[in-house]
């Protein structure tokens, strides 16, 4: 039976020699791919790639012209850490992706070492899908599953001039909503414990024409912006301004709007937060100038294409990640991925944030289960809602931990099509190997001794 959005919300509330051209046409939508990824994200990227790289036929379905996710559409800048102490814990396709930026100019800037050029990433992005030889279909969006005894037969894809249905052996949920999973009827949770409210969303933005030299320090803005706020002249629920500095001189970013109380799985909701987010950057904007020393000149040169969105839907996989996991560094026997970023949990019904890190120097493990969703048995999930509770979701949802996740959810589904297996059967010691041939990082302390997903 076909489960559609529709049906949901009623039920439960590889080189090409010319890359360019390497694009799903319609007489191709009856085949059966080894590998489907749904979202074109920074997990989507990496899973295609990494799929592709290991020998499956792969296509990426994804809804914009473009292809970055958040990373793009969202305008989410710097990428976060991908640190620990000294030592780089995430590598292979996302070192990949910084290597090609840099190449290009668009990696790092004066006085932001991880920042990159949005515009580029596109570009950069397109460059490293299509010469693996993956398939892309983009303005296209999953919007049904036909589930059969536990494992997806094809889903339904909503592109232009018509609906069509795609087939694979193995799926991989990179939407960033775990909209497949939910779809396939994957149990899930949403926000946090008691109220189910997840984190707020920003609409990110750019200003341009700065006088960086003559901005006073971020406490000082601080006090302005509360001042300001206190006369009524901002209504904006965040406590402070949050601001990077992009590869471009004279020129902020700003992660500052903060839209409470809203569901990013729900259109009306994400409507209300698109205007309420441009009405909060059009007031932050007037304040700089009329307020910030060396904003004086300043104008609005960008804005995300869409709110960005910290939080929607979680899986629940075969192990939960939890916030004790990622305080503790925990390391696990079937690692895939390392994380370090703090618990950033911006408050979901007011304006503060609450941070706490891990030791000094540490990282944490994602296990391989956290990316193996219960009751459907080809599916795959990478990025933010891979299994976790709302605290431990709140860091690994940062975007060079999902291009980790996804790099091992790609190749699992690749490994897995090709032996005819179920992720969940998957020796996760032939994937730990593989990821590493790939150039990706796992913790040390990781052994796999006769796992299999349970």
């Not at 989507?44 to 990426?60: D, K, P, Q």
């Not at 030592?87 to 910084?98: A, D, L, N, S, T």
């Not at 008691?194 to 200003?207: E, K």
């Not at 994937?431 to 349970?454: C, I, P, R």
Request: charged letters at 25%; hydrophobic letters at 40%; aromatic letters at 8%.
């Amino acid at each position: 039976m076909f489960h559609t959005l529709d049906t949901h919300l009623l039920r439960s509330s590889e080189r090409a020699a010319e890359p360019a051209f390497v694009i799903l046409n319609m007489s191709e939508s009856d085949r059966t791919y080894d590998v489907a990824v749904c979202g074109g994200g920074p997990a989507g990227i990496a899973a295609s790639v990494a799929a592709a790289r290991t020998g499956a036929e792969v296509i990426l379905i994804e809804r914009y012209g473009f292809l970055g996710g958040m990373a793009t559409a969202g305008l989410v800048n710097p990428f976060m850490t991908f640190f620990a102490g000294s030592e780089q814990i995430v590598k292979g396709i996302f070192q990949e992706i910084i290597d090609r930026l840099s190449a290009k100019g668009g990696w790092g800037g004066p006085r932001e070492k991880w920042a990159f050029d949005p515009e580029l990433l596109k570009v950069t992005a397109d460059e490293i899908c299509l010469e693996s030889g993956v398939k892309l279909l983009l303005h296209s969006f999953v919007c049904g599953a036909d589930v059969r005894r536990a494992r997806i037969a094809s889903i339904k894809v909503f592109a232009k001039p018509a609906p069509r249905n795609i087939k694979a052996k193995v799926f991989v949920d990179a939407t960033g909503d775990a909209d497949l999973a939910h779809l396939a009827w994957v149990p899930c949770e949403k926000g946090r414990p008691g109220d189910g409210l997840t984190q707020p969303m920003t609409l990110n933005f750019r200003v341009a024409g700065v006088n960086i030299e003559r901005m006073p320090p971020r406490e000082e803005i601080n006090r302005l912006y509360l001042a300001a706020r206190d006369q009524g002249r901002i209504n904006c629920p965040r406590d402070n301004v949050l601001f990077f500095f992009t590869t471009r001189e004279g020129e902020v970013h700003f992660n500052t709007t903060r839209v409470i109380k809203v569901d990013g799985t729900s259109a009306r909701d994400l409507t209300a937060a698109e205007i309420e987010g441009r009405r909060q950057m059009k007031q932050i904007c007037d304040f700089l100038r009329t307020d910030v020393p060396g904003f004086e000149k300043s104008y609005l040169t960008a804005a995300g294409t869409q709110i960005g969105v910290r939080e929607t839907r979680r899986i629940v996989g075969q192990y939960v990640l939890t916030a004790e996991d990622v305080l503790s560094a925990a390391k696990f026997h079937d690692c895939v991925a390392r994380g370090s970023y703090p618990i950033d949990i911006h408050d979901p019904d007011a304006g503060g944030t609450v941070i706490k890190h891990l030791p000094p120097g540490e990282s944490y493990d994602i296990p391989y289960r956290c990316l193996v969703p219960l009751n459907v048995s080809n599916l795959l999930v990478a990025g933010r809602p891979i299994s976790a509770t709302h605290e431990a979701h709140s860091s690994l949802r940062v975007m060079p931990i999902a291009f980790a996740t996804g790099q091992a959810a790609g190749t699992a589904a690749a490994l897995c099509a090709r032996w005819n297996i179920s992720p969940r059967d998957l020796d996760v010691r032939r994937l730990q190997q593989e990821l590493l041939d790939q150039g990706a990082s796992l913790s040390k302390s990781a052994v796999a001794l006769d796992f299999k997903g349970g």
